[in-house]
């Protein structure tokens, strides 16, 4: 799901929720070639039925996409942590979005499974929460999936 280190964003500021998306849509753009006004409006499309604030300081915003031909992933750690009405009104400083095709189905399921069995691990977030530097935090990332793919 990451490609590589440029899709782990390090130190990301925004004011809110929406602006916080719309930096990840603008970086998911940019990494994965697809339609960053689409994608914005997916997202906030799906925030509307429910929260992807997962509790823990976590969320895992997702949309489908017609341009995409695998799920993608990009990681960002926020600056400081912003209000995400989450499932447990705690504030999120460490997001996941990912973005599948438009017909994945259960691969979609499956990819977000993933991402949210990888985020339940508290010893890797909390070194998630540590690490300053982009290349660090991909680095934790792959090994941790890794890990979880060989168990």
């Known amino acids: 799901?990451?490609?590589?280190?440029?899709?782990?964003l390090a130190s990301v500021k925004a004011s809110g929720k929406k602006?916080?998306?719309?930096?990840?849509?603008?970086?998911?753009?940019?990494?994965f070639s697809v339609d960053e006004r689409r994608l914005f409006d997916r997202l906030l499309e799906r925030e509307r039925l429910g929260s992807t604030g997962i509790g823990g300081g976590i969320a895992?915003?997702?949309?489908?996409?017609p341009s995409l031909t695998k799920p993608v992933g990009l990681?960002?750690?926020?600056a400081t942590p912003i209000?995400?009405?989450?499932?447990?009104?705690?504030?999120?400083?460490?997001?996941?979005?990912?973005?599948?095709?438009?017909?994945?189905g259960a691969d979609h399921l499956k990819a977000l499974a993933r991402v949210s069995r990888l985020l339940r691990d508290r010893a890797l977030v909390d070194k998630l929460r540590a690490t300053e530097?982009?290349?660090?935090?991909?680095?934790?990332?792959?090994d941790s999936i890794q890990t979880q793919t060989a168990a």
């Open 19 to 31: 602006a916080m998306l719309a930096e990840l849509a603008s970086r998911a753009a940019a990494v």
């Open 75 to 78: 990681f960002a750690r926020l």
């Open 60 to 65: 895992i915003p997702h949309a489908r996409m």
């Open 83 to 104: 209000d995400f009405d989450a499932i447990d009104e705690r504030p999120v400083d460490i997001v996941f979005l990912l973005a599948a095709p438009e017909g994945a």
């Open 1 to 8: 799901m990451l490609t590589g280190p440029e899709a782990v």
């Open 133 to 142: 530097n982009a290349e660090a935090l991909y680095a934790l990332l792959v």
